[in-house]
């Protein structure tokens, strides 16, 4: 059982982390779909030039112990993801003092979930993935704004295009930060074992 220490931070003891499953814990940090808005979140892959490559997205929804995020299957993300199909997101939550970080195995969503988050998006970012294309980064500024206001008017109701995608990054090492504005801040780190978890209690 998770306290509310647990979720909250400061008074749970080193001689609790064992006992609480990440998995659990990072559900409860994440806000379920509709609760919130979407949490940006840092994404890190591995460029073809070995480079960590680092950029914000948002956190589509945390479900079956994974992080899952969405994007156009042409950008720079996509290639490197098919390349190195490892990844490292960071979640922070400053007014809290929170921070998430997550690394593991990264594979495609499934079309039903992908459907689901796209129809679950807000009409400004449903748009977005139809237009935010190369020939309308190409256009001037005026051409762009005539082309969205165009697009919008005559597609009332959208379904996600062909270029959407969903990815589901399956978590291998859990990093919970928590701030403590009376002493020292803390991490605590779950590393997947064959049967278990390991827990290492860090210095912030």
Same mark, same amino acid.
């Given at each position: ?78 290639? =490197?993801?098919?390349?190195? $199909?490892? *990844? /490292?997101?960071?979640? @922070? %939550?400053? #007014? ?38 190369? =020939?309308?980064?190409?256009? $001037?500024? *005026? /051409?762009?704004?005539? @082309? %969205?206001? #165009? ?54």
């Amino acid at each position: 059982m998770i306290t509310s220490s647990a979720v909250f931070g400061q008074d749970c003891t080193p001689a609790e982390y064992p006992s609480i499953d990440p998995i659990r814990l990072a559900g409860m940090w994440i806000p379920a779909p509709g609760s919130a808005p979407p949490p940006l979140m840092a994404l890190a892959t591995v460029g073809a030039d070995g480079f960590p490559r680092v950029r914000h997205v948002l956190l589509s929804e945390f479900a079956d112990g994974a992080v899952y995020f969405h994007t156009d299957t042409g950008s720079a993300k996509v290639a =490197e993801l098919r390349d190195h $199909p490892q *990844a /490292a997101v960071a979640v @922070a %939550w400053p #007014e809290v003092g929170r921070q998430l970080l997550v690394r593991g195995t990264v594979t495609r969503a499934t079309a039903a979930e992908e459907r689901a988050v796209y129809a679950r998006r807000g009409r400004y970012l449903q748009l977005l993935a139809w237009l935010n294309t190369p =020939e309308q980064a190409a256009l $001037p500024v *005026a /051409a762009r704004h005539a @082309a %969205w206001t #165009e697009f919008d008017a005559a597609h009332a109701d959208l379904e996600p295009p062909g270029s959407w995608a969903g990815f589901a990054l399956r978590p291998e090492e859990f990093t919970f930060w928590r701030g403590d504005p009376d002493g020292p801040s803390q991490r605590v780190r779950y590393r997947r074992a064959e049967t278990a978890w390991t827990v290492e209690v860090l210095p912030g």
